[in-house]
């Protein structure tokens, strides 16, 4: 009885395939023992080797006279599958092409609505490449686990580079990471235009054209769902519009700038009291508000204190509330 064959939908034939598993069991064989072990001649599997060599399943032992052996098949399988990903991403961007050429007489391929990536490295990039390509307007509901390194300045600088008109809510999660408020900073000291708020899922949207956003419920930077022109995307860029509405503007001081937290009382609110009920709002607590301003959390405790009194305020949550409702998040 034949055995059944694995990797054909690899892209191996059943004599590569028979002359891998071969080597596999038997171990490092020359092609004569390798021929008896299969029932090939030695003339077949010489002719084959190259492509076998090519397909990353065997490798040549220096020496006389030639012995060959099979590669791990965990890592034979990887680099098969890769090729074959490779095969099919650039299969695509032909379809694509030709399509383009031929024109869509209904303008409806339901198949070509969603896009999955997958793998963190995959998902910043597709992130990157939609942030790069829009021109003109970039929305980002922002929530962490991030993708995108926000810590690698060359990454940071080429996007500010080319950073279009940008419109960001920021979460109360997005501040988790301390450096996040920094990046925030220097994102609207370019122009973007932020706001808190409720942010049920993190997404961006690139020109109304293009959303990316989490495969699964829970934010997870390694798997994402492209959504290209449908029904669904004018569903997330209208869910975009109604959070944007119910926002409330976030203005952070540019970095160097504004009164240290620690100075005497003055006009109020100053820039500083300003940051920290923006981080108030958010729902952060003082030892992470102190992390985000690197200060003291004794320091931040004794603002918190006082910024209650000046609103009125009966806990931290409701002097954030009320300084949203008041505005003075906006000076």
């Known amino acids: 009885m034949a ?3 694995l990797l054909e939908g690899l892209g191996v034939s059943a004599a590569e395939e028979n002359a891998y598993r071969a080597l596999l069991r038997h171990g490092p064989s020359t092609l004569s023992g390798l021929s008896a072990g299969t029932g090939s001649s030695v003339t077949a599997i010489r002719r084959m080797l190259p492509r076998m060599e090519n397909l990353g399943l065997v490798t040549r032992v220096a020496g006389r006279p030639l012995r060959l052996f099979a590669t791990p098949p965990n890592v034979a399988i990887d680099i098969l599958v890769a090729r074959r990903h490779d095969e099919i991403t650039h299969s695509r961007a032909a379809a ?5 050429e031929v024109g ?3 303008g409806h391929h339901p198949e070509e609505v969603l896009e999955v990536v997958t793998g963190r490295e995959a998902v910043a990039r597709r992130f990157l490449q939609l942030e790069r390509n829009a021109t003109e307007e970039f929305l980002v509901l922002v929530h962490p686990p991030y993708a995108v390194d926000i810590t690698d300045e060359g990454v940071n600088r080429r996007r500010s580079m080319r950073r279009v008109q940008a419109r960001a809510i920021y979460g109360p999660r997005a501040f988790d990471d301390p450096v996040m408020l920094e990046h925030t900073r220097r994102a609207i000291a370019e122009g973007e235009h932020a706001r808190l708020g409720e942010v049920p899922i993190k997404m961006a949207i690139a020109d109304g054209r293009t959303a990316i956003l989490p495969l699964a419920s829970e934010p997870d930077p390694n798997d994402a769902l492209v959504v290209h022109p449908s ?7 209208a869910l975009f519009e109604t959070l944007w509405r119910g926002a409330v503007p976030l203005r952070l001081a540019p970095a160097g700038t504004g009164d240290p937290i620690e100075a005497e009382p003055g006009p109020w609110p100053r820039s500083s009291d300003t940051e920290v009920l923006t981080l108030l709002a958010t729902g952060l607590k ?8 690197g200060l003291s959390a004794r320091t931040v405790q004794r603002r918190v204190q006082t910024l209650c009194e000046h609103l009125g305020a009966r806990t931290r949550f409701h002097a954030g509330f009320l300084a949203a409702r008041h505005g003075l998040l906006t000076r």
Do not use: F, K, M, W
């Open 3 to 5: 055995e059944r064959r």
């Open 96 to 100: 694509a092409a030709l399509a383009a």
């Open 104 to 106: 869509d007489p209904s």
């Open 231 to 237: 029904a669904l995307l004018d569903a997330l860029v």
């Open 286 to 293: 003082d030892e992470a508000i102190a992390r985000q301003l």
